[in-house]
């Protein structure tokens, strides 16, 4: 039996040839292996054995890891060990393998990551064993001044021995690996479970890892490969190319001449990418480069000795430009919505590597058909998406709008990749434009607006951008924007009308959202309203010769659902003469209010027969008059609603009017009518409420120039004014005292303004008149200050105490009470009210009496605390007596002639020495005037019985 099947003597003995020749050359390897070992392979162990394993097997390789003995053994099925594959681990210099597509090297350079965990490797296979041991390197004679000048370091895997151990029963290769004491076994192992799933992915060679009892599987179906762990399973979805390189410059000979590409993302069962965030480049094991693409990529690229960095040559750009020529597939190769998630999306590259293959991966997808467009896949560089995620939307602009990429690309989760593909985005002010000009059927539009609508709700700068959107009209046009145009569902009643400016959107295009833009929705009420130019203008359009009948009908069609309009007055209707004239210009025919207007009215009758197919109540609304019509403006500005004798009326307050209620035509009633038409004002609400409004023109007007049996209503007074009696005649009509109070006939005494008091005035003066002493006092109480003098001429006659109407040439306004005694009642004008007398005196332009009357003298002043009667008189009566005293008179004369009692024009009292004059003066001096006749009484005889008799 051979002992020493792979020549490993030979080989000791060339290695210790060399380092005898040229001591340089052990410090060389020592070095070399250090660096390896510390440097290039210190984190590579799993890696390496893998890649060992994954090359050995081909495919369907199997590789077992455990700790057996404090001792790493990795076992693996595939070609087992070999003369070459031995002389390739004691060379530290190249791999046993040349130019066999998809190795990365069978016991190569990559060995040397062993030394992280061991000084004495053995490799284990069904051809022999071989190992390395530093402990043995020490202690060949030959080079101990080399061991000792290195103080025992010597390189560990340039002397081989053969051992006698055997391969593990189902494995063709076991690499056994006693580690060192400062290993963590437990992390150890750990961290080659976390690689597994990953080597196997980056390894097709190899269909499962084994790590310490836990199994990974690989199954590989050409564009999937299903990775199944101890955790679950992870689906990769994968695109694989190969070839040749036509540029080997800068390449060693034992690299390969060809290359293999192969991109893979993790998917769900349903093909859902799972895109990458972090990762490194795959060579195809993992290495530094680090890559922050969605899709990992592993590929037969040309790299350093450290297997850690790409080398820098043409094959290196030739195999990266193959990649990104075979990426458009992968992307293709997922759902059409999901595909976005696999474009590389803008951000600071992690390596060189990273930064070239982005730049050539998003050139290389900008050029390919793979995003999803409405009708076929679509090349990025020349695709356009919209602004908003609607199919609908997509599907009816793709006949209008050229390469238009699916709806679904416009939601937020494609916007990064959109960016970096640099894909336009067809905007609502574009997709407005798009569409300006086209020609399509009004259904056609609705589904356009319908598509909007949703985006549109909530999104007012949406809603502001689509203010040009077009919209098509019942009459064939398309006008640029809905502000403006009204919806309607039926406007087929509409369509014969000549109404020019009526815009009305056809009925099969109209949809909610163009109300939302600033349509107005047409109900009955919103076309009424859209008419009210023309309406306005249809008595000059009937002038002018136009036809107006359709309007006049489509019109009092809309007021028999949406009521009136205070501008309907004017739609133009015919009169029983064939003319055409303003509604609020005719009567309805065989109304009541035709029977009280004068037979000389210029208000026309409607047409019978045209009053016969719409109801009084629509007719009414238009403004046809079916009874007294009322005018109703709450913020007047001025006298110009048409009233009669209005400008009057509006300067009459002191103030102007602050609305305006009124009742027109009331000038066109016949004089002997007034009674009827009075009666038709009550029974209607409206004309009732405008002649009980306060200060209102309605009352201002019938009071004035109505005519009650020849006279106006205020010439008159009711049944019940009882103060007015002698004065005013009662109403000979019967109308009831509210509606006669409403239309101005006087109800009690009142004076408004100067003519009231003129009126008033003239009546006192009418000797004919038989005017009671009350009533007289209280008319000149009421006259006394009611109004500006200067408005009034003073009477020629006047009312006087006597009852008499006498020239007013030579009578006084009683001004004090004493003066009574010396003044014939026949001069005397009194009112009832002690404060009256001055501006009674001027109104009447007359004199006080006081200014004519005399004085007196004599007498002797009396205290009233000494007056015994007239203490009981103010005791009982509860007032305290005056201060200053009374002058008592024997006899008291004033004006040549004897009075009870007197006011001297120094405001003392005088009186005389009996129960009539203290009474009077008593009741002066104290203040209590209306109680003389009581203290005259009591002075009489003092007795409580008295008073309370």
Same mark, same amino acid.
């Given at each position: 039996?051979?002992?020493?099947?792979?020549?490993?003597?030979?080989?000791?003995?060339?290695?210790?040839?060399?380092?005898?020749?040229?001591?340089?050359?052990?410090? $060389?390897d020592a070095?070399? /292996?250090?660096?390896?070992?510390l440097?290039?392979?210190?984190?590579?162990? #799993?890696?390496?054995?893998?890649?060992?394993?994954?090359?050995?097997?081909?495919?369907?390789?199997?590789?077992? #890891?455990?700790?057996v003995?404090?001792?790493?053994?990795?076992?693996?099925?595939?070609?087992?060990? +070999?003369? %070459?594959?031995?002389?390739?681990?004691?060379?530290?210099?190249?791999?046993?393998?040349?130019?066999?597509?998809?190795?990365?090297?069978?016991?190569?350079?990559?060995?040397?990551? &062993?030394?992280?965990?061991?000084?004495?490797?053995?490799?284990?296979?069904?051809?022999?064993?071989?190992r390395?041991?530093?402990?043995?390197?020490?202690?060949i004679?030959?080079?101990?001044?080399?061991?000792?000048?290195?103080?025992?370091?010597?390189?560990?895997?340039?002397?081989?021995?053969?051992?006698?151990? &055997?391969?593990? $029963?189902?494995?063709?290769?076991?690499?056994?690996?006693? @580690?060192?004491p400062?290993?963590?076994?437990?992390?150890?192992?750990?961290?080659?479970?976390?690689?597994?799933?990953?080597?196997?992915?980056? #390894?097709?060679?190899?269909?499962?890892?084994?790590?310490?009892?836990?199994?990974?599987?690989?199954?590989?179906?050409?564009?999937?490969?299903?990775?199944?762990?101890?955790?679950?399973?992870?689906?990769?979805?994968? =695109?694989?190319a190969?070839?040749?390189?036509?540029?080997?410059?800068?390449?060693g000979?034992?690299?390969?001449?060809?290359?293999?590409?192969?991109?893979?993302?993790?998917?769900?069962?349903?093909?859902?990418?799972?895109?990458?965030? /972090?990762?490194?480049?795959?060579?195809?094991?993992?290495?530094?480069?680090?890559?922050?693409?969605?899709?990992?990529?592993?590929?037969?690229?040309?790299?350093?000795?450290?297997?850690? !960095?790409?080398?820098?040559?043409?094959?290196?750009?030739?195999?990266?430009?193959?990649?990104?020529?075979?990426?458009?597939?992968?992307?293709?190769? &997922?759902?059409?919505?999901?595909?976005?998630?696999?474009?590389?999306?803008?951000?600071?590259?992690?390596?060189?590597?990273?930064a070239?293959?982005?730049?050539?991966?998003?050139?290389?997808l900008?050029?390919?058909?793979?995003?999803?467009?409405?009708?076929?896949?679509?090349?990025?560089?020349?695709?356009?998406?919209?602004?908003?995620?609607?199919?609908?939307?997509?599907?009816?602009?793709?006949?209008?709008?050229?390469?238009?990429?699916?709806?679904?690309?416009?939601?937020?989760?494609?916007?990064?990749?959109?960016?970096?593909l640099?894909?336009?985005?067809?905007?609502?002010?574009?997709?407005?434009?798009?569409?300006?000009?086209?020609?399509? %059927?009004?259904?056609?539009w609705?589904?356009?607006?319908?598509?909007?609508a949703?985006?549109?709700?909530?999104?007012?700068?949406? =809603? +502001?951008?689509?203010?040009?959107?077009?919209?098509?009209?019942?009459?064939?046009?398309?006008?640029?924007?809905?502000?403006?145009?009204?919806?309607?569902?039926?406007?087929?009643?509409?369509?014969?009308?000549?109404?020019?400016?009526?815009?009305?959107v056809?009925?099969?295009?109209?949809?909610?959202?163009?109300?939302?833009?600033?349509?107005?929705?047409?109900?009955?009420?919103?076309?009424?309203?859209?008419?009210?130019?023309?309406?306005?203008?249809?008595?000059?359009?009937?002038?002018?010769?136009?036809?107006?009948?359709?309007?006049?009908?489509?019109?009092?069609?809309?007021?028999?659902q949406a009521?009136?309009?205070?501008?309907?007055?004017?739609?133009?209707?015919? +009169?029983?003469?064939?003319?055409?004239?303003?509604?609020?210009?005719?009567?309805?025919?065989g109304?009541?209010?035709? %029977?009280?207007?004068?037979?000389?009215?210029?208000l026309?009758?409607?047409?019978?027969?045209?009053?016969?197919?719409?109801?009084?109540?629509?007719?009414?609304?238009?403004?046809?008059?079916?009874?007294?019509?009322?005018?109703?403006?709450? /913020?007047?500005?001025?006298?110009?609603?048409?009233?009669?004798?209005?400008?009057?009326?509006?300067?009459?307050?002191?103030?102007?009017?602050?609305?305006?209620?009124?009742?027109?035509?009331?000038?066109? &009633?016949?004089?002997?009518?007034?009674?009827?038409?009075?009666?038709?004002?009550?029974?209607?609400?409206?004309?009732?409420?405008?002649?009980?409004?306060p200060?209102?023109?309605?009352?201002?007007?019938?009071?004035?120039?109505?005519?009650?049996?020849?006279?106006?209503?205020?010439?008159?007074?009711?049944?019940?004014?009882?103060?007015?009696?002698?004065?005013?005649?009662?109403?000979?009509?019967?109308?009831?005292?509210?509606?006669?109070?409403?239309?101005?006939?006087?109800?009690?005494?009142?004076?408004?303004?100067?003519?009231?008091?003129?009126?008033?005035?003239?009546?006192?003066g009418?000797?004919?008149?038989s005017?009671?002493?009350?009533?007289?006092?209280?008319? !000149?109480?009421?006259?006394?200050?009611?109004?500006?003098?200067?408005?009034?001429?003073?009477?020629?006659?006047?009312?006087?105490?006597?009852?008499?109407?006498?020239?007013?040439?030579?009578?006084?306004?009683?001004?004090?009470?004493?003066?009574?005694?010396?003044?014939?009642?026949? =001069?005397?004008?009194?009112?009832?009210?002690?404060?009256?007398a001055?501006? #009674?005196?001027e109104?009447?332009?007359?004199?006080?009496?006081?200014?004519?009357a005399?004085?007196?003298?004599?007498?002797?002043?009396?205290?009233?605390a000494?007056?015994?009667?007239?203490?009981?008189?103010?005791?009982?009566?509860?007032?305290?007596?005056?201060?200053?005293?009374?002058?008592?008179?024997?006899? @008291?004369?004033?004006?040549?002639?004897?009075?009870?009692?007197?006011?001297?024009?120094?405001?003392?009292?005088?009186?005389?020495?009996?129960?009539?004059?203290?009474?009077?003066?008593?009741?002066?001096?104290?203040?209590?005037?209306?109680?003389?006749?009581?203290?005259?009484?009591?002075?009489? +005889?003092?007795?409580?019985?008295?008073?309370?008799?």
């Open positions: 039996m051979n002992t020493d099947p792979f020549g490993t003597q030979r080989l000791r003995e060339a290695v210790l040839a060399a380092w005898s020749a040229s001591p340089t050359r052990f410090r $060389e070095n070399a /292996e250090e660096d390896l070992r440097g290039a392979y210190r984190d590579r162990l #799993l890696v390496e054995l893998a890649q060992n394993a994954a090359d050995a097997a081909g495919f369907g390789g199997r590789l077992r #890891l455990s700790i003995d404090n001792e790493l053994r990795a076992a693996n099925t595939g070609a087992p060990l +070999d003369a %070459e594959g031995v002389a390739a681990l004691a060379s530290l210099r190249a791999s046993a393998k040349r130019d066999i597509l998809g190795t990365v090297g069978q016991f190569g350079v990559g060995f040397s990551a &062993v030394l992280s965990v061991t000084d004495e490797p053995e490799v284990v296979s069904t051809t022999g064993s071989v390395f041991s530093a402990r043995r390197t020490r202690e004679p030959e080079i101990q001044d080399h061991v000792a000048a290195r103080s025992g370091q010597v390189p560990v895997l340039r002397m081989v021995w053969p051992t006698d151990s &055997v391969v593990p $029963e189902g494995f063709d290769t076991e690499v056994r690996l006693p @580690l060192r400062d290993v963590d076994q437990a992390a150890l192992l750990e961290n080659f479970r976390e690689q597994a799933p990953d080597l196997l992915l980056a #390894l097709p060679g190899l269909a499962s890892i084994e790590v310490d009892g836990s199994v990974w599987t690989s199954t590989d179906s050409g564009d999937t490969v299903v990775l199944t762990g101890p955790e679950g399973t992870t689906r990769w979805m994968l =695109r694989r190969t070839g040749k390189l036509s540029d080997t410059a800068g390449l000979m034992e690299t390969s001449t060809e290359w293999m590409v192969c991109w893979a993302v993790p998917v769900t069962e349903s093909g859902v990418p799972q895109p990458l965030t /972090e990762d490194v480049l795959h060579a195809p094991t993992p290495t530094d480069e680090r890559l922050s693409l969605p899709a990992r990529l592993l590929a037969s690229l040309p790299i350093e000795a450290s297997r850690r !960095h790409v080398m820098s040559s043409p094959a290196v750009q030739e195999v990266l430009a193959e990649a990104a020529k075979l990426y458009p597939s992968l992307v293709f190769g &997922v759902p059409a919505m999901h595909r976005t998630a696999l474009v590389p999306v803008p951000g600071f590259p992690r390596s060189d590597v990273d070239q293959l982005r730049d050539l991966l998003i050139a290389e900008r050029t390919q058909a793979w995003l999803p467009g409405v009708t076929e896949s679509l090349k990025p560089a020349s695709a356009r998406v919209l602004e908003i995620p609607s199919d609908a939307l997509a599907d009816l602009l793709s006949d209008v709008v050229p390469n238009l990429a699916a709806a679904q690309l416009a939601a937020p989760e494609h916007a990064h990749a959109l960016a970096a640099e894909i336009s985005r067809l905007r609502i002010p574009e997709i407005v434009a798009a569409l300006t000009g086209i020609d399509q %059927e009004p259904s056609w609705r589904q356009v607006y319908a598509a909007i949703p985006f549109a709700e909530n999104d007012s700068a949406i =809603r +502001d951008n689509l203010s040009g959107l077009p919209v098509p009209l019942v009459d064939g046009r398309t006008l640029p924007g809905p502000r403006g145009t009204l919806l309607a569902d039926e406007p087929e009643f509409l369509s014969d009308l000549d109404v020019p400016g009526l815009r009305l056809h009925p099969e295009a109209a949809h909610p959202l163009l109300e939302r833009l600033g349509a107005r929705h047409a109900g009955a009420a919103e076309l009424l309203d859209a008419l009210q130019e023309a309406v306005e203008r249809s008595v000059a359009d009937a002038s002018a010769g136009l036809i107006v009948s359709g309007l006049a009908h489509a019109v009092l069609g809309l007021v028999g009521g009136g309009r205070p501008w309907l007055k004017s739609l133009a209707l015919p +009169d029983s003469d064939g003319d055409w004239r303003a509604a609020d210009e005719l009567a309805l025919p109304s009541r209010f035709l %029977e009280v207007l004068d037979p000389d009215s210029p026309g009758l409607l047409d019978p027969e045209f009053a016969e197919r719409w109801s009084a109540d629509v007719l009414s609304a238009v403004g046809v008059l079916t009874g007294f019509a009322v005018i109703v403006d709450e /913020e007047p500005i001025g006298p110009e609603h048409d009233l009669a004798d209005e400008d009057e009326w509006w300067s009459f307050g002191t103030e102007e009017p602050k609305r305006v209620v009124a009742v027109r035509d009331l000038d066109l &009633v016949a004089d002997d009518k007034w009674p009827d038409a009075l009666r038709l004002l009550a029974l209607e609400p409206a004309t009732w409420q405008a002649l009980r409004e200060g209102g023109y309605t009352a201002w007007w019938i009071s004035r120039y109505a005519l009650l049996d020849g006279r106006a209503p205020r010439f008159w007074r009711t049944a019940s004014a009882h103060d007015l009696v002698g004065l005013y005649d009662p109403l000979p009509v019967e109308l009831g005292d509210e509606l006669a109070a409403a239309a101005g006939v006087r109800t009690h005494l009142e004076i408004k303004d100067a003519s009231d008091a003129e009126d008033l005035l003239e009546r006192l009418d000797p004919a008149r005017v009671s002493h009350g009533v007289s006092l209280r008319a !000149h109480a009421a006259l006394a200050g009611s109004v500006d003098v200067s408005l009034l001429d003073a009477p020629e006659r006047v009312r006087v105490l006597s009852g008499e109407a006498v020239d007013a040439e030579d009578c006084v306004v009683l001004d004090a009470p004493w003066l009574l005694a010396v003044l014939p009642p026949n =001069r005397v004008v009194a009112a009832l009210d002690d404060d009256a001055e501006p #009674l005196a109104l009447l332009d007359l004199p006080l009496a006081s200014e004519s005399g004085d007196v003298t004599g007498g002797e002043l009396v205290p009233w000494e007056l015994g009667a007239v203490v009981v008189a103010a005791e009982l009566l509860g007032f305290e007596l005056p201060l200053e005293g009374v002058i008592v008179h024997d006899q @008291l004369t004033a004006n040549g002639q004897r009075v009870h009692w007197w006011v001297d024009r120094q405001n003392r009292v005088h009186c005389e020495d009996t129960p009539d004059g203290l009474a009077r003066a008593l009741a002066w001096a104290s203040d209590h005037w209306i109680d003389r006749h009581v203290i005259h009484a009591i002075l009489e +005889d003092p007795d409580p019985r008295t008073v309370l008799a």
